[in-house]
Structures are given as structure tokens and as C-alpha cells.
């Protein structure tokens, strides 16, 4: 499975941007992430959702401000971010394929990430 996020950029503090991640793997059947690693921080999943559409997490940081979706016609998962932060700089990656325990685990395979940097 080949990902490709796209989006990323420099945005001041409450701005907003839109991430998309686009897959020439399998797509509709599989559930999804997005992930986050910040500047000397650990890679922690910020939302994800189900292949069927029905379940969607989001971490407290992002909760209500960010939105996942997906498009199965087009082989390509969002991530609306809203009323961004400084904390929000990070690069994100999605992730596609993983397993739906409680939470989104993730699949082994990784795309190169797409930076976004939050000014203050």
C-alpha cells in the first residue's frame, strides 16, 4: 500500500488547513488514521475512523476542532483542521489497514508525512 498525504504548510494560530492522503491500495474496506509527531515527541494517533464509516475517535487535544473523513470513490482520507495551535505543529502521517480495537492501531506501513507548522 503506497500513501501519499498532501496539505501541510505554515498557518497562523486559528487558522485552518486540510489534509488528504491518497492511497493506490485497497480502500474502502479498510479502517484509517491519522497520526501526529511533534518536535521531540512520540507519534500519537489525533482520529480515526472505521472502514464502514460509523464509528470516529479523535483525541481530547483535537476533539472538536479537527474533523477525519473519508472518500471511497477517490481513494483519499481528510483531516479538516480548525482553530489551529502552536501544539498542533507536527508532521502528520495517515495510516491505512490497521485493526479497530477500542481505538485505531495502526498498520505497519507509513507515508512520508506532511509538516504543519502553527504560528503564534
Known amino acids: 500500500v503506497h500513501m501519499k498525504e498532501s496539505g501541510g504548510g505554515l498557518v497562523q494560530s486559528g487558522g485552518s488547513l486540510e489534509l488528504s492522503c491518497v492511497s493506490s491500495?485497497?480502500?474502502?474496506?479498510?479502517?484509517m488514521g491519522w497520526y501526529r509527531q511533534g518536535p521531540g515527541k512520540e507519534r500519537e494517533l489525533v482520529a480515526g475512523?472505521?472502514?464502514?464509516?460509523?464509528?470516529?475517535s479523535y483525541s481530547d487535544d483535537v476533539k472538536g476542532r479537527f474533523t477525519i473523513s473519508r472518500d471511497n470513490t477517490k481513494n483519499t482520507l481528510y483531516l479538516r483542521m480548525n482553530n489551529l495551535k502552536p501544539e498542533d505543529t507536527a508532521v502528520y502521517y495517515c495510516?491505512?489497514?490497521?485493526?479497530?480495537?477500542?481505538?485505531?492501531?495502526?498498520?505497519?506501513?507509513w507515508g512520508q508525512g506532511t509538516l504543519v507548522t502553527v504560528s503564534s
Open positions: 495510516n491505512i489497514g490497521g485493526a479497530w480495537w477500542d481505538d485505531y492501531q495502526a498498520a505497519e506501513v
Open positions: 491500495g485497497p480502500f474502502a474496506l479498510q479502517n
Open positions: 475512523i472505521t472502514w464502514r464509516g460509523d464509528i470516529i
